[in-house]
C-alpha cells in the first residue's frame, strides 16, 4: 500500500514549483524583452535612421538587369545601296514553370480585360508560327507528369514581327532572345573593301575592321523587379536605358562600277592566268575614289572560301616597281622646274651610257631625233634619262613624295602599304637613273592611280577618299571632312602632261586605248617583280587613263600582277577600255566635240618610224 505524501511535503512541493515557474516566467519575460528590443531598434534603424538604403537593399534583391545590344551599323555605297548589315533575329523560349493554367490580358478590341486559358494561348501561337498545336503546348507546357523545364526551345531565327505577335499573346512565361546576324547582299562586290566580322561580330577585316567602334555603337539596359517565384512584377521598377546602335558608313564606292571593274578584272586574270588584276576607278575632282576592283574577291559571308592573301584589296596591299607609269613624275617634275619643255630635242640611241652605267630599251631601235613629248609617248627609258638627268636627283626625290610616293595612304582601311622609297642619300650609282623610269622603288596601285589623279586636277593632288559620311540610325548624315589638298605642279605643268598622255595614246605605246567619241589619254608601264629570292622573276603590267583628256572627270588605273606568256601579247587595254567606257556611260560623260591635239614624236615632218 502506497503512502501518500504529508501536507509538509506537499507545501514544499509546491513551493519548488512556485519558485521554477517564477524564474521562467522571468526569463521568458526577460528574452521578450530583449527581442522587442532588437526589434524596436531594427525598426528605428530601417525606418529612422536609413530606411531609403534598407528599402534600395530589399528591392535591389529583387532586381534583374538585362544588357540591350545594339544593332551594328550598315556599310553603304555612294548611293546608300547596302553592302552590309545586320538582321536582328529572335529565338523564343518558354520557362514551363511559370505558364499559368490561365491568365488576364486586355482585349485590344473591346478594351476590356479578359481571361485567356493556356490552351487558348497555344491555339494563338501555333497559328502565328504556323506549327502543329499539340507540338507547340508540349513545348510551352511540357509533357503531362514530366518534370516542368525552365527553358524549352519554341523557335529560332524569328523576325521582330512574328517575335512581336508572339510576345503580345500575353503568354507569362514566354520569352525572347535577339541575335543579330551579319548580311551582305552583294557577294563579293567590293567584298574587300568592306571586310567582314568574326563569331561575336566583331570586324576583323576591311571597313568592318577599321570603322569596327563607329559600327558597333553603345549598349544599353533593361532593369526590372521579379517575385520569389521569378515571374516579373508587373507594377514594379522598370527602368531602361536604350541602346544606341551603330552609326552606318557610307563609302565613296559606286556598287555599279565596282562591278562593272570586277568583272573586267577577273576576265583579264584569266585571259593572262596572272596571279591577280586590279583596277581603280577614281573621280579626278574630287579625289573620290569610285571603286577598287580586285579579280580575287572575297565574299565576306564565306571569307575562307578566299586564301587571306586575297581577302584584302591588292591595290593597297601589294607595292610593285611600277615601271614605265613611273615616268610621269620625272617628266612633269623636269617641266616643272624649267629643264625642259615638251618640243625640245633629243638625239634617242637604243643603249645610252651615264655614268658608267648603260641604259637599253626594251627593244632595239634606230637612234631618232625626237621631241621630249616623244620620249614620253613610245617610253624609251634612254631618252627619259636624259630628261631626268637634267633635275637633281634630290628636287627629283623631293617631289614624287608630294606626290604621296613612299607615304602611307590613310583611306580607312587596314594593312595598307606604304611601299619603298629611299632618299637619294641610299641610291646606289644605278638606282639614281632606274628611279627615272619606275624602278628601284615600289608603290602600291593606289600610289600611282593618285599621281594621275594628281595630273588630271591641274596639278593638285588630292588624298584618295574612300569614307563620304557617317549615317546616324535615324538617318542623319555626317559628311567627312573634305581630304588634304596639295599643289605639285602648275596648271601649265599639268596641261602640257596631259596633251602628252594624249600623245601616247594617238601616236605611243597605248593606241588601243582609244575610246570613240571620246580624247583619252594615258601612260603605260611594264615594271620588273622581284621574287622570293629578291631576284626579277616575272612582271607588273598596267596602263592609267584619264577621260576627257582636255579636261578629265574620271582616271581609270589597271595593273596586271605576274601575268603568263610572251610580255608582247600582254595588254590591259581592252580592261581600261572597258571600265572607262561603263563609268563614263554611268555617270553621263558628254563626248568630247574636239579633235586630239598630240604633240609631234619626231622631230621633223615625217611622223612615222620603225619601233
Known sequence: ???????????????????????????????????????????????????????????????????????????????????????????????????????????????????????????????????????????????????????????????????????????????????????????????????????????????????????????????????????????????????????????????????????????????????????????????????????????????????????????????????????????????????????????????????????????PHATYDMTLAGIFARSYNTGTVMVGDKVPAETRYEYMKKLGIGETLDIGLPGVNKGIFLPPAAWDRRQQYTTMFGQGYSLTPLHTASVFQTIGNSGVRIEPQLIEAYVDADGTEHAVADPEQERVYSDETSAEMRRMMETVVTNGTSTQMQIDGYRVGGKSGTGQAAGENGTYDGYTSSFGGMVPIEDPQYMVLVTMYRPQGYWRDWSVGDTFKTIMSATLNHYNVAPDTTEPDPYKVFIGEQQKYPW
Do not use: C
Open 1 to 363: 500500500m502506497s503512502r501518500q505524501p504529508t501536507s509538509a511535503a506537499r507545501k514544499k512541493a509546491a513551493a519548488q514549483w512556485t519558485a521554477t515557474g517564477t524564474r521562467r516566467l522571468r526569463m521568458g519575460i526577460g528574452i521578450a524583452l530583449v527581442m522587442l528590443t532588437l526589434l524596436t531598434g531594427r525598426l528605428f534603424l530601417v525606418q529612422g535612421i536609413d530606411p531609403e538604403g534598407f528599402a534600395q537593399a530589399a528591392v535591389n534583391n529583387r532586381l534583374r538587369t538585362q544588357t540591350i545590344e545594339p544593332v551594328r551599323g550598315s556599310i553603304l555605297d555612294t548611293q546608300g545601296r547596302t553592302l552590309a548589315s545586320s538582321i536582328v533575329r529572335f529565338d523564343l523560349a518558354a520557362d514551363q514553370r511559370h505558364v499559368p493554367d490561365s491568365f488576364h490580358r486586355t482585349n485590344k478590341e473591346t478594351n476590356q480585360t479578359e481571361t485567356v486559358t493556356k490552351e487558348q494561348a497555344v491555339s494563338e501561337i501555333a497559328q502565328i508560327l504556323n506549327k502543329d498545336a499539340a507540338e507547340v503546348k508540349k513545348i510551352i507546357v511540357g509533357e503531362d507528369g514530366a518534370t516542368k523545364k525552365g527553358y524549352s526551345l519554341l523557335v529560332e531565327g524569328v523576325s521582330a514581327d512574328i517575335k512581336n505577335a508572339v510576345i503580345n499573346v500575353g503568354l507569362p512565361g514566354l520569352g525572347s532572345t535577339a541575335e543579330s546576324e551579319r548580311h551582305y547582299p552583294s557577294g563579293s562586290v567590293a567584298g574587300p573593301l568592306v571586310g567582314f566580322t568574326d563569331t561575336d561580330g566583331n570586324g576583323i577585316a576591311g571597313i568592318e575592321q577599321s570603322q569596327n567602334e563607329v559600327l558597333t555603337g553603345t549598349p544599353g539596359e533593361r532593369s526590372y523587379e521579379v517575385g520569389a517565384d521569378g515571374i516579373r512584377i508587373p507594377m514594379a521598377t522598370n527602368e531602361e536605358t536604350p541602346a544606341q546602335d551603330g552609326q552606318s558608313v557610307k563609302l565613296t564606292i559606286d556598287q555599279d562600277i565596282q562591278w562593272a571593274a570586277q568583272e573586267a578584272v577577273m576576265a583579264k586574270q584569266e585571259q593572262f592566268s596572272a596571279e591577280w588584276v586590279s583596277a581603280i576607278v577614281i573621280e579626278v575632282k574630287t579625289g573620290k575614289i569610285r571603286a577598287i576592283a580586285d579579280s580575287q574577291s572575297v565574299d565576306p559571308q564565306d571569307p575562307a572560301a578566299t586564301d587571306a592573301e586575297y581577302r584584302s584589296s591588292a591595290s593597297v596591299t601589294q607595292a610593285v616597281e611600277p615601271g614605265s607609269t613611273g615616268k610621269v613624275a620625272t617628266f612633269a617634275t623636269a617641266l616643272e622646274t624649267g629643264v625642259a619643255n615638251p618640243e625640245d630635242a633629243f638625239s634617242v640611241p637604243n643603249k645610252y651610257t651615264v655614268n658608267n652605267e648603260t641604259i637599253n630599251d626594251s627593244l
